[in-house]
């Protein structure tokens, strides 16, 4: 089918901390079928869609033998989910509408339309010169469609886009008559003539092969559409705006390291820009967090964004992170990250908070089961608070050697010993402190770049909140604007008719994220002997703290791989090539080959 390639429960700050409204613990992805709750009706669409028959929970317990008369004649897609709430869609072009203006007058290619409201609020508002809209299931949606199918130069087309095959055959002057394929010299220029949007939001979620779900098996064949110049990039960089579940944007949006794969590195390198326009308010996991002061200071850096835009939220659409900026902005003791201790949002923080605040209404007795959790919380606290101060102290004091460093105001010899101190310190804590300590530390250098390493860190504006009963059936949805950008020209060689730079990148970036805790320069050299000799010493930017480098040698806060950023990684790959040395293509497959089979390596991972 498819074609591969410390505890916050004092506020010092106004704003700055916060208790979450809703509990980590309850924060769950969507259920993996669908359930009775979730196909409540809130709009006249919805009611419609209800209507057909084609969303039906299973049944729980023995069931009787089905005969024909019982089996629905509805034929579709069952696990498709499509928006409802036309209140949705005009709030998304009040907010993003001015970025959507370039684009007027444009080519739209849809796909997976389903019942058109999106599809019909766009074309409202974009006026464009045709519009093909890709429906599969184009009989079910036909009569929902026909008041825009009514509208000239508006084209339904019953296949797949998410066929390639399929889309290729629309990719055609019979039905994009404007758009020609341009030279190789204009094949990294923005084509604001085309527009692509898609609806690969569906419930349940379907594993394939190794990747979470269809839908990110879509999106990773989009991002690497960039880099080839192939399907509907081959008419230019082609915007797109996708709508996904909320949990599938994930791969592509990280808001923190530890979600960062595949995805996401190859979104860096081809995009200029991934947003989320719209989407479910709080974190996307409770089990991979980062220090509360860091994502403080991104929504703040938003906010402060918003305002100089003149981006204004719809009401009622501002998320809790969003309303908490807006009063932590005014105020003017605003720490900035690892500049105070951190502070890690836990589940047990919160039903602490509700102890207490019973304790409070209502004194427990000390033989309490209620008073005995209270006071194991509270003793958790307390060694979490001390914990967060020595990662601090830790910080402080690498912050320290790096500022003695560039001053040059000590000798190399001195600044080893203060290295050797460091590490002594940092070692004397067990090892999951230490292992807690260097994702602490990884996170802060990503977001003290400038500009911060992920998308989410750069983000123009914060994404409206959506409620589930938006969408039909009710599975929450985010809206993900896509920009590609010019890829280096040494990663888009690839192929047999090239020097085959972007497919050794592929085995390059594949290996050293197998080990992406380890120094870059002992990654290089597991993939050829010798190779840091040669790289090291011209890669330039691993040594510039400014551009995202580290200067310090001690073993722990040496520059990994997982710490480097999209142009770290296109300087590595001119250096490598440089390489007199090096091996080629076939020699670096086989050196590669055991790593590459290693599933659980952290950037293999598509999703």
Request: charge should be neutral; glycine fraction near 4%; hydrophobic fraction near 35%.
């Amino acid at each position: 089918m498819f074609c591969f390639r410390s505890n916050a429960r004092t506020f010092p700050i106004p704003g700055l901390f916060r208790p979450l409204l809703t509990p980590l613990t309850t924060r769950t992805l969507s259920s993996k079928a669908l359930d009775k709750s979730q196909l409540q009706i809130a709009s006249p669409l919805a009611e419609e869609l209800a209507a057909i028959g084609l969303w039906i929970p299973p049944r729980k317990g023995p069931q009787k033998n089905k005969t024909k008369a019982s089996i629905s004649k509805v034929q579709g897609d069952k696990t498709r989910v499509n928006i409802v709430s036309e209140k949705l869609c005009d709030d998304i072009f009040s907010y993003v509408g001015p970025s959507l203006d370039r684009h007027k007058g444009c080519d739209i290619l849809d796909i997976y339309p389903g019942a058109g409201l999106w599809s019909r609020k766009l074309h409202d508002y974009l006026q464009p010169r045709s519009h093909i809209l890709m429906e599969p299931d184009a009989e079910l949606y036909k009569p929902f469609l026909k008041p825009l199918l009514d509208r000239p130069n508006t084209t339904l087309v019953p296949i797949s886009g998410l066929v390639w095959r399929e889309l290729s055959s629309i990719l055609t002057p019979e039905y994009l008559p404007h758009q020609v394929a341009p030279d190789a010299t204009r094949l990294t220029q923005r084509n604001d003539t085309l527009l692509v949007t898609a609806n690969i939001a569906f419930h349940p979620r379907r594993r394939f092969l190794t990747f979470e779900s269809i839908a990110h098996l879509v999106l990773y064949q989009f991002i690497e559409a960039i880099r080839a110049s192939s399907l509907i990039q081959r008419y230019g960089l082609v915007r797109m705006l996708i709508w996904t579940r909320h949990d599938d944007k994930q791969g592509l949006l990280p808001k923190v390291m530890q979600k960062r794969r595949k995805l996401a590195l190859d979104t860096e390198l081809s995009c200029e820009w991934v947003r989320e326009i719209c989407g479910r308010d709080g974190p996307d996991s409770a089990w991979f967090v980062r220090d509360d002061v860091i994502d403080t200071s991104s929504n703040v850096a938003t906010w402060k964004r918003m305002e100089a835009s003149g981006i204004k939220m719809p009401a009622r659409r501002a998320s809790e992170d969003l309303k908490a900026a807006r009063a932590a902005s005014k105020s003017k003791k605003l720490p900035f990250p690892g500049s105070t201790p951190p502070v890690f949002r836990r589940p047990f923080q919160e039903a602490l908070n509700e102890l207490e605040a019973a304790h409070e209404k209502q004194i427990f007795t000390r033989d309490s089961d209620n008073y005995k959790s209270m006071r194991s919380y509270r003793w958790r606290a307390n060694s979490e608070e001390k914990k967060h101060q020595r990662m601090f102290n830790l910080i402080a004091g690498l912050d320290a050697i790096t500022t003695l460093y560039r001053s040059g105001r000590a000798s190399p010899e001195e600044i080893r010993v203060l290295e050797g101190e460091w590490e002594a310190n940092l070692r004397a804590n067990p090892q999951g402190f230490i292992d807690e300590f260097v994702t602490y530390k990884d996170n802060l250098h990503y977001y003290r770049q400038d500009p911060p390493l992920l998308h989410w860190d750069r983000r123009e504006y914060d994404p409206m909140v959506v409620q589930p009963e938006e969408f039909f059936p009710n599975i929450h949805c985010s809206l993900l604007d896509i920009q590609p950008k010019e890829v280096h020209p040494l990663i888009r060689q690839t192929g047999p008719n090239s020097n085959r730079a972007g497919d050794c990148f592929d085995l390059i970036m594949n290996s050293m994220m197998g080990q992406s805790t380890l120094p870059v320069s002992q990654t290089l050299d597991a993939l050829m002997p010798g190779a840091a000799d040669f790289i090291i010493p011209r890669w330039e930017s691993a040594r510039d703290v400014d551009r995202g480098g580290v200067v310090a040698k001690t073993r722990y806060a040496k520059l990994n791989p997982r710490m480097l950023n999209a142009r770290q990684w296109e300087e590595l790959l001119e250096h490598w090539m440089e390489w007199p040395f090096r091996p080629d293509f076939q020699e670096l497959i086989a050196r590669t080959h055991d790593e590459l089979a290693d599933e659980g390596s952290t950037l293999f991972t598509p999703d």
